[in-house]
């Protein structure tokens, strides 16, 4: 496979999973590192279109853990964002303006985006 097709067949495939373009538009909005905990809260909430009070704990504790051992590495990995354990915040990655265009271009045309979703 040619370089650039497999650059691009990464990109969709890192970018099919709804959780992690919910990431990246969070990130997209923020101008500061986020804390794991807000952007956990923060997916859940869009993931299950709930308020941010009606999310229970096992719903938040189960994305807490996807966020954790799938979604975040594979950001990660693609240089999309950068992962602090230590601090526990999450901030753009250097590869992140790269997707942005194609981030916001699925946001305009993909109705599983949450209600208020800016």
């Known amino acids: ?14 970018l099919a ?13 923020q101008e500061t590192p986020v804390s794991f905990d807000r952007l956990a809260t923060r997916v859940a909430v869009w993931h299950t279109d709930s308020d941010p009070d009606a999310v229970d704990d096992a719903t938040l504790t189960e994305m807490r853990t996807a966020l954790y051992h799938m979604h975040l590495p594979k950001l990660a990995e693609a240089s999309y964002i950068e992962w602090d354990k230590d601090t526990h915040t999450i901030r753009r990655g250097p590869n992140f303006d790269e997707i942005v265009p194609l981030l916001r271009l699925m946001a305009d045309h993909e109705d599983e985006l949450p209600a208020g979703w800016p």
């Open 1 to 14: 496979m040619a370089k650039s097709t497999e650059a691009v067949t990464n990109t969709f495939s890192t």
């Open 17 to 29: 999973d709804p959780v992690r373009r919910y990431v990246l538009h969070y990130l997209d909005e």
